[in-house]
């Protein structure tokens, strides 16, 4: 099946400036699902996901974090966080006229679309997360993007390096996925640096405690074998949401590579949250 596809942007007045936001819509209709990327991805590498839920009749719009994609890049760790990643998807919603949304992603968006149903549960209708990072992920997290920060900060020309090299490859070329590896590593170093840096000194995701009182239904996936994202974070937070349903990948590569099962459970999730009547619990919890 078809649907329609719009790119879209929008603006965010802060204390620092103003900064642009680019999204892309698929489809159409009042049952939203937003979906957010993994740390420096683009966010077309929820294109296939996107286009499958779109196809069951969601509207599913796909947005470009602070930092990321064809948003600004500004160079200043302080505008990067998971609540300012939280604030731009409610912008997000303010400017779409949709009251409420189910807000989904991978690895970076898993976590800030906790960070949503935190700081704005009224805005909430589902959540669909990959791959959180919690608890279990610090070590691996450390391992991964520290020396990605070093590099950045004290040898940019190993990012520019990297940015010439791969840059002019023609995306239409070559397979969906390279794309996307190719996309992720067009960076400039003082954006990554700054995004790296904001990142590593703020809250990584809401506390246990604020977990546990997201009322919202959700779709917790989880990878064996992943260090980066331990399948202990995603079970653990399954068992912290009141209204969790876990799902077991069977590999890290399932959702890129053989999509279909997965994606039947997701657009079933979000149907489902949508066909419910919406809901008026908020937090109890703080």
Known sequence: MLVSERIGQ?????????????????????????????????????????????????HVVTLDLLGHGRSDRPADPLVFSMTAFAEQVVGLLDHLGAEQ?????TSLGANVSLEVADIAPERVRGLIVEMPVLDNALEAGILAFGPLLFAARFLPFTIHGVRLLTRPIPRGIVPFWTGIVLDTLDQRPDSVAAVVHGLFFGRVAPSSRRRRAIAAPALVVGHPADPIHPAADAAMLAEELPDAT???AKNILEWRFSPDRLNRIAAGFALRCWAEPKSGRRRTGA
């Not at 209709?29 to 683009?42: N, T």
């Not at 949304?101 to 992603?105: K, L, N, S, Y």
Request: aromatic share 10%.
């Open 10 to 58: 929008f603006f965010l007045d802060t204390e620092d400036g103003r900064d642009r936001l680019e999204y892309t819509e698929y489809g159409s209709g009042d049952s939203w699902v937003v979906l957010l990327h993994g740390q420096l991805m683009p966010r077309r590498m929820h294109q296939p996901l996107a286009r499958s839920l779109a196809a069951e009749g969601l």
């Open 101 to 105: 949304a189910v807000i989904g992603g």
């Open 246 to 248: 876990f799902v077991k």
